[in-house]
């Protein structure tokens, strides 16, 4: 599951830039274990992660949202298909311009 996704990524040597994980059944358990991940060293080299039709809601987006915020190496972050709402939403995109944050704005949808 995610946590041992998260486990196998943080391992020395791992160089994951693009990890999909559309459609998995997530929900905010799973997605909390790839945020954790995030704020780790895999974090410094993922750049596009998708999160598309997992269930996330507007917690979840802001949890996302104060990883994106300490800043990491995403370039790419893809939210469609979640019902993140309008809050979800703003929560991601004010992380991803926010001085130090990942500059995953333009790819962080509702």
């Known amino acids: 599951g995610p946590a041992a996704l998260r486990a196998a990524v943080e391992e020395e040597g791992?160089?994951?830039r693009v990890l999909?994980?559309?459609?998995?059944?997530?929900?905010?358990?799973?997605?909390?274990?790839?945020?954790r991940a995030?704020?780790?060293?895999?974090?410094e080299t993922v750049q596009e992660l998708s999160l598309r039709g997992n269930g996330l809601e507007m917690?979840?987006?802001?949890d996302i949202a104060a990883a994106l915020?300490?800043?990491?190496?995403l370039r790419s972050l893809d939210v469609s298909g979640n019902p993140i709402g309008?809050?979800?939403a703003t929560a991601l995109l004010a992380a991803a311009e926010a001085?130090?944050?990942?500059?995953?704005?333009?790819?962080?949808?509702?």
């Open 59 to 62: 917690d979840s987006a802001k």
């Open 20 to 35: 999909n994980m559309e459609q998995c059944s997530l929900g905010r358990t799973g997605v909390a274990h790839i945020i």
């Open 86 to 88: 309008l809050d979800g």
């Open 38 to 43: 995030c704020g780790s060293r895999f974090g």
């Open 14 to 16: 791992t160089k994951l």
């Open 69 to 73: 915020a300490k800043g990491t190496g």
């Open 99 to 110: 001085p130090g944050g990942s500059s995953a704005a333009s790819a962080a949808s509702a």
